[in-house]
């Protein structure tokens, strides 16, 4: 950490991103779910390392080191999450990659998990009943009924601030595209 860094303590976490064209489909997907189901906006990605309240220096740090050790993985859908967070989403498979860079970049942010890790990608947020989330659930189908199918390599992660009480305000900190962290 930067010794001279006086910067605030903020909230931060780690996303793994997909790489385009799977981005433009989640994103076009989530416009949809939106659109029908209202909620915010944010982009598509796979929370790496929860939310953890650091110095942005320290943070850009343990994002670098972290990286480092991280080679590109593959990412794949296996169903629907729901609940989580208030949110709407695809689980992933929990390969042993998958695991391994969650658990790799958590011991460099010193992160422990409140709960075992559930690696998802989050496709809408907001309060819902039951009865709202189902429909969000065919909503998903009916826009693209291909995507419990998607596949992808994570090759970039991503340090972004992410105040949990203001999705609107999450902004990219620091990207690391981990085939050039070596």
Known sequence: MDPTDQSPEEVYSVWALPPEPARGRLRRLMAG???????????????????????????????HAAAAGVRPYTARVVGDRRGFYRCGGLQLEPTPEV???SDHCCGHFGYERPIPYVPHL????????????????????????GIRELQFEISDIALYKTDPNDVLSWELVE??????SK
Do not use: W
């Not at 029908?36 to 850009?60: C, D, K, N, W």
């Not at 969000?136 to 009916?142: D, F, M, S």
């Open 99 to 101: 695991m391994a860079a």
């Open 175 to 180: 990207l690391c595209n981990l085939r050039q």
């Open 122 to 145: 989050s496709l809408i947020y907001g309060d819902r009943t039951e009865e709202q989330e189902a429909a969000a659930v065919q909503k998903v189908e009916e826009l693209d009924k």
């Open 33 to 63: 779910l939106r659109a029908a189901h209202g909620g915010p906006a944010f982009e598509p990605h796979v929370t790496v390392v929860g939310a953890i309240r650091l110095r942005r220096s320290a943070a850009v740090e343990a994002l």
